[in-house]
């Protein structure tokens, strides 16, 4: 079955220090999105990409789809105390009918 | 616009008690309706998915049970629950199976 790793598990970081999390599927996808959890909070829905190699950015954060569609990134530049969280890529397999959800990088800025 | 709610925000119960939780959705017809457990500093869990009224997939083996009696409606029940039923539940609703999910606020449980 698909499997949808996320590292790394946890990172710490001092305030105004980048961070980048990646996202690795066994079995192609037809498009990833990315969500965040505050603490104490729900997933939210960030963004969607679905072209092979595309880049998509949102103020500070900047999301890539790998060529083969197998990976992703997450990168936030200079990150601020509202960054903390936990980030969570998902992606169908391709032909599959489901949503298969990352394992997550919990996010710790220190300020 | 669509919203979501779910209700209690929080709950307390004694093992061996019954459970129900509820998931309401508004502003959409005939969406896809999940289950997610969530437990500490963890990740998400699927538990039951439903594509429409009466129909109900369950992802993992459990001491869980889903129901959706309305088109917006989508509950979780338990007959007893145990200790490992612990955690951060969350309902989340889709217009496609591999489309966007929009989550509810959670309900947090402890079994004591």
């Known amino acids: 079955g698909q499997q949808v790793m996320q590292i790394p598990q946890y990172q710490h970081v001092q305030e105004g220090e980048d961070f980048t999390t990646y996202c690795n599927s066994s079995t192609t996808l037809s498009n990833i999105q990315w969500y965040k959890q505050r603490p104490g909070g729900h997933p939210v829905f960030l963004i969607q990409?679905?072209?092979?190699?595309e880049v998509k950015k949102q103020k500070r954060l900047t999301f890539q789809f790998g060529e083969a569609k197998k990976n992703s990134s997450l990168h936030i530049t200079a990150t601020q105390t509202t960054d903390v969280g936990t980030y969570f890529c998902a992606g169908p397999e391709a032909g599959a009918n489901n949503l298969f959800f990352g394992t997550g990088t919990r996010l710790t800025v220190i300020p | 616009s669509q919203t979501i709610h779910q209700w209690p925000a929080t709950l307390v119960q004694p093992v061996g008690s019954p459970l129900s939780l509820e998931c309401t959705v508004e502003?959409?017809?005939?969406?896809?309706l999940y289950w997610y457990r969530q437990a500490a500093g963890r990740g998400l869990q699927l538990l039951f998915y439903s594509v429409g009224i009466g129909q109900i997939s369950s992802e993992v083996p459990q001491n869980l049970s889903a129901s959706r009696p309305q088109d917006r409606q989508f509950i979780l029940s338990s007959k007893k629950l145990l200790l490992s039923d612990s955690g951060f539940y969350l309902c989340?609703?889709?217009?496609?199976?591999?489309?966007?999910?929009?989550f509810g606020p959670g309900t947090r449980l402890l079994v004591l």
């Open positions: 989340a609703w889709s217009e496609g199976l591999k489309e966007t999910q929009y």
């Open positions: 502003g959409t017809s005939n969406p896809n």
């Open positions: 990409l679905v072209k092979s190699g």
